[in-house]
């Protein structure tokens, strides 16, 4: 077995390298974190990868100003560890001669030994020359907050006065919330077995069924996870089955629906008729197995939302949830990588594929029935602006203020990244003549 099959830190780079090249950082983990068989291991290659994707915009130009000579593409690893060096120096706090000693390692477990002496002297000098290299990155609003300038010029456009916060907060990892399977345990009841357990949650008080840890950790080792007690999401996401106002025999349709998160929350909340929908058939297997863990049922299909000729069997739908594919740029802190796949040129393509959703889905609500749209973006044009135009065009669609305690934005309700300690998310309640 090679040596970085044991190296938390050259697997993270090998990683990192990919996440940069254009794949999914929560797929890149899940193929290599399994190559650890040390809990304290995957902890911390999960913590350099997330850290190296969320600070990957600063610390990678901050080696544009010190290497002497571009590394070639293949060495596109040796790259990342280097920003991981930093990482573990600048932002994680690691002692220096642990994190400088344990990287130059890394770099023989890349089997790239003649790169070991390049990584001990670049972070040497970072040492050096930290304060005035800092100080520089601060310089310009790209490398000081580690985000996209086409990401910080749309969030200062729709946010202005709450830009800086959303930029700090997007950089800040988030908490572990908890969703507590009331079918199966009453939240005290659960909270008590985490006690017992040694593990330290909070109750959130304005989030019925959620607890909140204080630490993140491998939750299928928990109490209860095998046998359905409780689900991860974040308290933002729990928000959209009860706006949805459920009631017993309500048929109810979550259009976007894998994972599955909300549509076994809808479950556990009411004994409705959900229709479980999803366009990606390889999505559904890890939605039907959510579902079961919490011995619940629903009926799930393949088909495109946007498109109900092919799924749709001509019975309306009391209840809607458009959980719509958005940019995600509320849950920039959960999923760093946002910050470098997507693109300026992504929001109106987005926008347009929303847009469809919501014409093509309206006339399968009922007379005096509930759409909820709702994105984990801060963008206008995904949120406010969207349903505005939603609004415009159809005479019979009535807004309804979310009882929500976040901000109005237009007729929906935005909860910004890290506010009441959750992700960013925007609502909008539609409801339809009678």
Not at 102 to 123: C, D, H, I, M, Y
Request: glycine letters at 6%.
């Amino acid at each position: 077995m090679s040596a970085i099959r044991h190296d938390p830190r050259a697997l993270a780079a090998q990683a990192l390298a990919d996440v940069v090249a254009g794949q999914s950082l929560r797929a890149v983990y899940a193929a290599n974190s399994t190559k650890l068989h040390d809990a304290r291991d995957r902890a911390l290659m999960s913590a350099l990868l997330h850290d190296g994707a969320r600070w990957w915009l600063r610390f990678n130009a901050a080696l544009d100003g010190m290497l002497e000579r571009p590394l070639r593409e293949r060495d596109a690893d040796i790259r990342a560890l280097l920003v991981l060096g930093l990482v573990q120096l600048e932002i994680l706090h690691m002692p220096v001669h642990a994190a400088v000693a344990a990287t130059v390692e890394a770099a023989r477990a890349l089997r790239k030994p003649a790169f070991a002496g390049l990584v001990n002297a670049l972070l040497r000098r970072w040492l050096r020359e930290r304060e005035m290299r800092n100080t520089e990155l601060d310089r310009d609003a790209v490398t000081r907050t580690s985000h996209p300038r086409w990401l910080i010029d749309a969030i200062a456009a729709d946010w202005p006065e709450q830009a800086e916060a959303i930029l700090a907060a997007n950089n800040v990892p988030a908490p572990m919330w908890l969703r507590v399977n009331r079918r199966r345990i009453a939240r005290a009841d659960f909270a008590a077995q985490l006690v017992a357990a040694g593990v330290a949650s909070r109750v959130p008080e304005a989030v019925p069924d959620a607890l909140v840890l204080d630490s993140s950790l491998d939750v299928t080792a928990l109490p209860g996870y095998a046998q359905g007690l409780f689900s991860v999401q974040d308290g933002a996401a729990q928000q959209a089955a009860s706006v949805l106002d459920l009631h017993a025999g309500q048929r109810v349709l979550d259009a976007c629906a894998a994972p599955g998160g909300k549509s076994a929350h809808i479950l556990e909340m009411a004994d409705v008729e959900l229709t479980a929908l999803d366009s990606d058939a390889r999505r559904l297997p890890r939605l039907r197995e959510n579902i079961r863990r919490l011995g619940l049922s629903a009926a799930v299909h393949v088909g495109d939302a946007a498109d109900p000729g092919g799924w749709w069997d001509r019975r309306p739908f009391e209840r809607i949830l458009i959980d719509a594919p958005c940019s995600a740029t509320g849950i920039i802190r959960r999923q760093p990588d946002v910050k470098l796949h997507r693109r300026a040129t992504d929001i109106p393509v987005l926008a347009a594929a929303q847009a469809r959703l919501l014409d093509a889905l309206w006339p399968l609500l009922a007379r005096g029935g509930r759409l909820v749209y709702a994105t984990c973006s801060v963008l206008a044009d995904e949120n406010a602006r969207q349903i505005g135009a939603f609004l415009a065009r159809h005479p019979d669609a009535q807004p309804v203020t979310p009882a929500l305690p976040w901000r109005a934005a237009g007729t929906g309700a935005q909860n910004l990244p890290g506010e009441f300690g959750m992700d960013g998310f925007f609502y909008a309640l539609v409801d339809k003549d009678n």
